[in-house]
T-cell receptor
Framework: AQSVTQLGSHVSVSEGALVLLRCNYSSSVPPYLFWYVQYPNQGLQLLLKYTSAATLVKGINGFEAEFKKSETSFHLTKPSAHMSDAAEYFC???????????FGTGTRLLVSP | DAGVIQSPRHEVTEMGQEVTLRCKPISGHNSLFWYRQTMMRGLELLIYFNNNVPIDDSGMPEDRFSAKMPNASFSTLKIQPSEPRDSAVYFCASAKGTEAFFGQGTRLTVV
């Protein structure tokens, strides 16, 4: 079985500050890992994905994440937060067959001026 | 492409009534997922189809829930009879390869 754990249901940062959203995974097979963003009353949108190529993955809107097998982590970062980054962020895991995409509980990012 | 299209966007129904949620996946996508999102339980995978065939329905909460995919361009999620605890936002997502595209969801309220 595969699962992800997102540490912190809420993260607050100031505009311009570093964003760090944490995700740890559990998987019995090499995982594929994803970060999605959800804006209010919207569906989820893919930010970036790791599918066993480069361990540092760059996504949209300046976000990136690093796959660390030794730490079973896939944390999401952005050097400088914008007000428009305020949203809910979900980490997800699947196996390479992509037959079951399992999401974490989400982290709400709050950005203050 | 218009993306994944779900209908209706909002549904309010009385307890005991049948509810049918609809999804049109992106053309050419061969995978389809149904998810339920609530504050308490987050995003739960209900069922997954591949090439119109249900592969994993272990997330379907009860026999009151059923899902079909009669062809590559249409899927339904049915709840019969509905109960207040079914109130949630239901998302459909389709995928080809390793990127899932989500619809905007159906907000279901059962009173």
């Amino acid at each position: 079985a595969q699962s992800v754990t997102q540490l912190g249901s809420h993260v607050s940062v100031s505009e311009g500050a570093l964003v760090l959203l944490r995700c740890n995974y559990s998987s019995s097979v090499p995982p594929y890992l994803f970060w999605y963003v959800q804006y209010p009353n919207q569906g989820l949108q893919l930010l970036l994905k790791y599918t066993s190529a480069a361990t540092l993955v760059k996504g949209i809107n300046g976000f990136e994440a690093e796959f660390k097998k030794s730490e079973t982590s896939f944390h999401l970062t952005k050097p400088s937060a914008h007000m428009s980054d305020a949203a809910e962020y979900f980490c997800a895991v699947s196996d390479p067959s992509f037959q079951k995409l399992v999401f974490g509980t989400g982290t709400r990012l709050l950005v203050s001026p | 492409d218009a993306g994944v299209i779900q209908s209706p966007r909002h549904e309010v129904t009385e307890m005991g009534q049948e509810v049918t949620l609809r999804c049109k996946p992106i053309s050419g996508h061969n995978s389809l997922f149904w998810y339920r999102q609530t504050m308490m339980r987050g995003l739960e995978l209900l069922i997954y189809f591949n090439n119109n065939v249900p592969i994993d329905d272990s997330g379907m909460p009860e026999d009151r829930f059923s899902a079909k995919m009669p062809n590559a361009s249409f899927s339904t999620l049915k709840i019969q009879p509905s109960e207040p605890r079914d109130s949630a936002v239901y998302f459909c997502a389709s995928a080809k390869g390793t990127e899932a595209f989500f619809g905007q969801g159906t907000r279901l309220t059962v009173v």
